[in-house]
């Protein structure tokens, strides 16, 4: 596989079930992030996780909490979350060093409904 | 504040017929810039990214992106559009000597194509 990898493509929870995201990439990038993207709304960053340490967390509820294990794969692991939540989940990796373009490489997100 | 505007929401084109989508900045230096498209259900693919020299410059997909200094402005052009050219339309930045982490995206333009 290339690129960015998103899984599932779609997810719908109740608000009080446990779920996760997940995102893997196969770029060798070294920097990863989650955006939000709701209808009407501008892209939302989330996180960034740079190396795998978490670099920028921007006031996101704490029923969101990001994993990164390794420079390859990032989860979102969701929980009590509210219908408001319901949106589309892009995950994106880049180069971080070694000449920094700028440029972000998405997964084909994954669209979340809250029941 | 750094900002970028995308003025037009929607915009509906004749197949075959030309197209120009806008975008402007407001940085105090010239940031890199980019153009991404999302298809529905999709996330988000680089079209054609702008860091110096030529101010013309080529993208995937037939696009084309122009970069004016004394307008802040980075417009996107194709001269055909073509039916499965239909989707949204993101312009981005990044300040230079920066890192994707700070990118700024405008809030989209959705493009409809009239058969």
């Known amino acids: 596989e290339t690129g960015v990898t998103q899984t599932p493509r779609h997810l719908v929870m109740g608000m009080t079930n446990k779920k996760s995201l997940k995102c893997e990439q196969h770029?060798?990038?070294?920097?990863m992030y989650w955006y939000k993207q709701s209808a009407k709304k501008p892209l939302e960053l989330m996180f960034v996780?740079?190396?795998?340490?978490?670099?920028e967390n921007n006031s996101v509820p704490s029923r969101f909490s990001p994993e990164c294990p390794n420079s390859s794969h990032l989860f979102l692991h969701l929980h009590t979350l509210q219908p408001e939540d319901s949106a589309l989940y892009l995950c994106?990796?880049?180069?971080?060093?070694?000449?920094?373009?700028?440029?972000?490489?998405f997964g084909e997100g994954s669209r979340l409904t809250v029941l | 504040a750094q900002s970028v505007t995308q003025p037009d929401i929607h915009i509906t084109v004749s197949e075959g017929a030309s197209l120009e989508l806008r975008c402007n900045y407001s940085?105090?230096?010239?940031?890199?810039l980019f153009w991404y498209v999302q298809s529905p259900g999709q996330g988000l693919q680089l079209l054609l990214k702008?860091?110096?020299?030529?101010?013309l410059v080529q993208g995937i997909k037939g696009f084309e992106a122009e970069f004016k200094r004394s307008q802040s402005s980075f417009n996107l052009r194709k001269p055909s559009v073509h039916w499965s050219d239909a989707a949204e339309y993101f312009c981005?930045?990044?300040?230079?000597?920066?890192?994707?982490?700070?990118?700024?995206f405008g809030s989209g333009t959705r493009l409809s194509i009239r058969p």
């Open positions: 996780y740079n190396f795998k340490e978490q670099t």
């Open positions: 981005a930045v990044v300040p230079v000597y920066s890192s994707a982490s700070k990118i700024i």
């Open positions: 940085y105090g230096a010239t940031p890199y």
């Open positions: 702008y860091f110096s020299g030529d101010t």
């Open positions: 770029l060798g990038h070294n920097a």
């Open positions: 994106a990796s880049s180069q971080l060093s070694g000449g920094d373009t700028g440029e972000l490489f």
